[in-house]
């Protein structure tokens, strides 16, 4: 046993004059102790004074080397390629005939296409498109996608409004005040995922925009068909109260019965004087009890009698009375009347209403229909890194000088 333990204790202990390469003492080194091996490495030896050899040199402007090399590498490498797709639009009326304002009175003034390719421009630009993109194609899930790098695409745990702010950044809409043209663009991470991007944006405009016109004139049709059925339900109530009158009347025309009256009584009178004449006559060569005098007084009698009854007919204090039933009878035939002439304005109206909607009906014209990007747009990578070290180099000046103006004030 004493021989065993003094031969182990020889091999966890070798003796001194046992020679050791240099490749094995390396090696005992790394295993006992790797931080004080690396350490005194030549590798890192010389790593770390040329690190403090170059901020020796440069001081703090090794950090903006350093940022600016973060940021090559970022845009060189990392960062996700964006394509665009662009599409052109024309937003016209069927017809317009609005005269153009000459002068001052034109400044602040804009064409109804105008108008409504600027209320277009806003709708592309609004939340509703984003959502409705958003339901249509998942826009947010795209942009949220994995497959891109962490600093470009949308966060995971992002709201609806950074999802909307996000769909604003990568969309360009501009309007051409001579050519009255909307040009927009939109960025997808994928050339096929922009091309539906767009062509579904357009579809959606394309809705919006019809609508629109179509609303309105349907509003206008509307109004004017609830005028059109009020004029009739008028018109009919006084056509029922004028049959109602006549029935109750017993008269088909009071207005026409009482120039037929007026003409039996002309005649009535008429005759009186001519017997009344005749009798004169008579009078003059004949007693008074004669019997053709007894017999021309009753005739006259009996006219002047007749005289007094129809008169009595078209004149009298009741309500009865010929001039009072068409009194009654005008008054209702002139409201049928204007009712008549309402109805019939109504109608005229409503076919202007009906040629006037198709006019303002409005229309999409497509100038550039949405292609396919062949290369990717964004990120503009050299113009990025240029912009990154300018600031960077600004951000490092400015910060030297805030420095040196402290220091200055200090001493």
């Known amino acids: 046993m004493p021989n065993n333990q003094a031969t182990n204790s020889l091999k966890a202990n070798p003796s001194p004059s046992v020679a050791l390469s240099p490749t094995q003492r390396k090696l005992r080194k790394l295993r ?103 339901d249509k194609l998942a826009l947010k899930s795209h942009y949220q996608n994995k497959k891109w790098d962490p600093i470009s695409r949308l966060n995971q745990t992002s709201t609806k409004e950074d999802f909307i702010q996000y769909y604003q950044k990568h969309l360009s809409v501009k309007y051409d005040d001579l050519s009255e043209i909307l040009t927009v663009e939109i960025q997808g991470y994928t050339p096929e995922y922009a091309l539906k991007l767009t062509q579904t944006l357009l579809a959606i405009s394309e809705q919006f925009i019809n609508q629109l016109g179509e609303k309105m004139a349907a509003q206008q049709m509307q109004y004017a068909k609830e005028e059109v059925t009020r004029a009739y339900k008028q018109l009919k109530a006084e056509q029922i109260k004028l049959i109602d009158f006549q029935d109750t009347a017993k008269l088909f025309n009071p207005e026409q019965q009482s120039h037929a009256l007026l003409d039996a009584m002309n005649q009535l009178a008429s005759q009186i004087m001519t017997q009344e004449a005749e009798l004169k006559s008579l009078s003059a060569y004949m007693h008074s009890d004669a019997s053709e005098i007894v017999a021309k007084q009753y005739q006259i009698e009996a006219l002047e009698k007749q005289l007094a009854q129809e008169k009595q007919k078209l004149i009298q204090p009741n309500q009865t009375s010929l001039n009072k039933v068409n009194l009654t009878f005008k008054e209702i035939e002139l409201n049928t009347q204007l009712a008549t002439d309402l109805y019939q304005s109504a109608l005229a109206s409503l076919e202007k209403t009906r040629s006037d909607a198709f006019k303002k009906l409005k229309h999409l014209l497509v100038v550039e229909q949405p292609r396919i990007a062949q290369d990717n747009t964004y990120p503009k990578r050299l113009y990025n890194i240029i912009t990154w070290f300018v600031v960077l180099l600004l951000i490092y000046l400015i910060g030297k000088l805030i420095i040196a103006i402290v220091k200055e004030h200090r001493e």
């Open 32 to 134: 006992r102790d790797p931080k004080l091996f690396l350490a005194d490495s030549k590798a890192y030896i010389n790593t770390r004074k040329t690190l403090y050899q170059t901020w020796a040199k440069l001081g703090s402007f090794a950090l903006v080397i350093v940022a600016s090399l973060a940021v090559i590498i970022y845009f060189s490498v990392i960062a996700s390629p964006r394509y665009v797709s662009q599409t052109q639009f024309i937003v016209k009326q069927s017809s317009h005939h609005e005269q153009p304002l000459l002068g001052l009175a034109s400044l602040g003034s804009a064409s109804p296409n105008m108008r409504d390719a600027l209320i277009l421009q806003e709708y592309i630009r609004s939340p509703e498109m984003a959502l409705a993109l958003d």
